[in-house]
């Protein structure tokens, strides 16, 4: 198992070292960053649901779950993706490699505990307003960073097929916002640096309910609230006189005194709720809401005028199907087959249009032979907001994959 856990870790963290950056959003600017979504790839594939008490996956959504793993898991995933970005006139394209998450579990008894870490925003963008004539003035903006969650979770089993859980989450990260001015024809400018170094503690409280309402057809009912919490933000400000090349890069020829203002931001309080039918190791439908507040996620470095930040609001519809998990000779049976539609309203609007996002979703659970690990792939497939009053549109296509390596750690000595 060990072996199993260093191979894989090896192979994603030379996947994302070449390119690990999590957004390629110029909406990622706002805010602190391009949310990221938060749980597993076998979650993922199903828009987000995580209503079932599985017993080999990692559900990082709801901590109550850790109470129904059986073997001790460890999972990693990554993903690449293409996003088309288009205006009204204009066309690009961008690509991006990142982690997605590690995570571990352990069982003991009714318990069951858990911890990893994983992102959870992104900030990504390179936007040049580039104006061809005498005197005019261009702007070149970039942004990178973003925020990381780092938890610990635990999961008791209160009665048979009633679960609870809750987690401690430290949020930390950094954002780098950088604005450079000057005129055309002229390779000195002005470049406007702001960093913001984010930190903060979260927690999130989980229930899981299994109910069988037909021989091995039962009812999955999944609930969680995360409530208000605080994030800690230093921003630093620094003005310079710089020259910089065709490639924009920038040599700084007269800083003047950084400006540092602390800040609390606020996350909101969030709460989920799915609700699902299934049979036992064959099938599963159900759906996922979740509500979350507007917060306050903006400092006077990252403020605008015509942006507001409102209600968060998701709704997925999902589920999984398998063929026959107990069959010896036609793999393709064992298989899991995954898929999900999901709309999103990210509370985001720019110029008074609301920045919505639609997905579909699949993917595919491929069990390694001779254990209960699996490989996961997914794929996705959206739209984030318009091209309407000059604004961006963003069709985007994900790759993903995990691995998830379970294995019976601890047992119990026989003596004959």
Not at 24 to 41: D, H, M, Q, T, V
Not at 327 to 344: E, P
Request: contains cysteine; aromatic residues 12%; proline residues 3%.
């Amino acid at each position: 198992m060990i072996k199993k856990i260093i191979v894989a870790a090896c192979f994603f963290i030379s996947l994302v070292s070449n390119a690990q950056t999590g957004s390629a959003s110029p909406y990622s600017f706002f805010g602190i960053g391009e949310s990221r979504f938060k749980g597993n790839l076998e979650n993922r594939s199903m828009a987000g649901l995580s209503v079932e008490q599985d017993s080999l996956h990692i559900n990082i959504l709801n901590p109550a779950s850790f109470a129904s793993l059986k073997f001790t898991t460890f999972t990693i995933g990554g993903n690449y993706t293409s996003t088309g970005l288009k205006t009204d006139t204009k066309t690009e394209k961008a690509q991006r490699t990142a982690l997605d998450y590690i995570a571990v579990s352990v069982p003991l008894g009714k318990m069951g505990v858990g911890f990893g870490l994983l992102p959870y925003t992104s900030v990504g963008y390179n936007i040049q307003s580039i104006n061809s004539s005498p005197d005019g003035v261009n702007n070149v903006l970039k942004g990178t960073g973003g925020l990381n969650k780092a938890f610990f979770s635990l999961g008791y089993t209160v009665i048979p097929n009633l679960v609870v859980g809750a987690d401690i989450q430290y949020n930390f990260g950094r954002i780098s916002n950088t604005n450079l001015e000057f005129i055309t024809g002229v390779f000195i400018g002005t470049q406007e640096k702001n960093e913001a170094d984010l930190k903060g503690f979260a927690s999130n409280f989980g229930v899981m309910y299994k109910h069988k309402i037909y021989k091995n057809i039962n009812l999955h009912s999944s609930f969680t609230f995360s409530p208000q919490s605080r994030l800690a933000s230093t921003n630093t400000q620094t003005k310079s006189t710089v020259n910089f090349n065709s490639n924009f890069d920038v040599t700084i020829i007269d800083p003047a005194d950084p400006k540092e203002i602390r800040t609390d931001l606020t996350i909101p309080e969030k709460i989920s709720f799915g609700l699902g039918v299934g049979k036992t190791k064959k099938w599963l439908l159900g759906s996922q809401i979740v509500f979350q507040n507007a917060g306050k996620l903006t400092d006077e470095f990252n403020s605008a005028s015509n942006v507001t930040y409102g209600t968060y609001s998701s709704y997925s519809l999902g589920g999984f199907y398998v063929p026959n998990y107990n069959v010896f000779s036609k793999y393709y049976q064992k298989i899991v087959y995954r898929a999900g539609l999901k709309y999103t309203k990210t509370g985001l609007t720019v110029k008074s249009e609301d920045i919505d996002e639609k997905a579909m979703t699949l993917g595919f659970g491929l069990p390694i032979s001779g254990g209960f690990s699996n490989i996961n792939i997914g794929l996705e497939y959206g739209k984030r907001g318009t091209t309407a009053k000059g604004l961006i549109q963003e069709n985007y296509f994900v790759l993903a994959m995990s691995f998830s390596l379970s294995e019976k750690w601890f047992r119990q000595a026989k003596i004959d």
